[in-house]
């Protein structure tokens, strides 16, 4: 199975390997073509990411630190797939490998510097294509409301408005403040709904419903409360009011409100520019500290 990864002008190819990794390479296959936009690291910080369209676990899973440059993976408890560009520093996870670019590496670093300078700056937008090989399966009936699916698929098409009103904002503290505490607490609801996934097999149905329906109440009355996202934090409730209904399968309604909380979260992560923050706070620490 080949790939492209287009961004801009540029082309890479990618050549994944579909017998170490037949699960998720299917479930990428059922969303080509993709239209995606690229993300840069805030603690490994040698490779270039996007949002993952759907749920797997862990497959022939390695230790991230074993991926070479130009690998190709996909990292489930982040929903990432990912292109590494040049070493990792340490980082703990286990992912999975789904191939290799086929030339381009400098260009790809090239690429990966320029995305963490201007990241949050300007919108780094790209496709994955299929080239040859991608056979994709028949997607199974949705197992939850008509009414989830919509929110899911507003989400993934388009960020929120009440986001582009916060960045507009002046006040005190505005918009940084908000941003990150709404960045951060959307990316915890994330991982605290793939907890939730991790257990199912193992706790009791009641149990991950009320875990799931507390998180989701955390995250989205913070939202519109503190960081006065309104719009954002009622697609957040939904979830919560779906996690009290029995009539709704789990499984299926944990994996809808995981790619809800991560598409969220990648949005506000969109608009943070990573590189000058961490730049500004060095120069602050140094000054205090001078």
Request: glycine share 6%.
């Amino acid at each position: 199975m080949k790939l492209d990864l287009i961004v801009g002008d540029e082309r890479w190819r990618i050549a994944c390997d579909t017998a170490r990794a037949p699960r998720t390479l299917a479930a990428i296959a059922a969303t080509l073509p993709t239209a995606l936009q690229l993300h840069t690291p805030k603690i490994a910080g040698q490779h270039i990411y996007w949002h993952a369209p759907f749920v797997e676990d862990a497959e022939g899973g390695v230790d991230v630190m074993e991926a070479q440059p130009g690998a190709f993976l996909y990292w489930p408890a982040r929903q990432f797939l990912e292109l590494i560009f040049a070493p990792l520093q340490a980082e703990t996870a286990e992912v999975t490998l789904l191939g290799q670019i086929e030339g381009g590496l400098p260009e790809l670093q090239a690429l990966g510097l320029r995305l963490r300078e201007q990241h949050g700056r300007r919108l780094f937008a790209g496709n994955l294509v299929p080239i040859e090989g991608a056979q994709a399966p028949e997607p199974p009936p949705s197992q939850v409301s008509d009414e989830l699916v919509a929110i899911r698929q507003k989400l993934w098409t388009t960020s929120p408005a009440d986001i582009e009103a916060l960045l507009a904002s002046r006040a005190t503290m505005h918009p940084a403040g908000p941003l990150f505490l709404a960045e951060s607490e959307a990316r915890i609801l994330h991982e605290l709904l793939w907890w939730v996934r991790g257990s199912l097999a193992t706790e009791e149905p009641r149990i991950s419903r009320r875990i799931a329906a507390v998180a989701c109440n955390k995250a989205a009355t913070r939202l519109r409360d503190f960081c006065h996202l309104g719009e954002s934090a009622e697609a957040i409730f939904a979830l919560e009011a779906a996690f009290g209904r029995d009539d709704i399968p789990l499984a299926a309604l944990v994996d809808e409100a995981i790619l809800c909380a991560g598409r969220l979260a990648a949005w506000l992560d969109l608009r943070i520019p990573w590189s000058a923050v961490n730049e500004a706070t060095r120069s602050a620490l140094d000054e205090a500290t001078a």
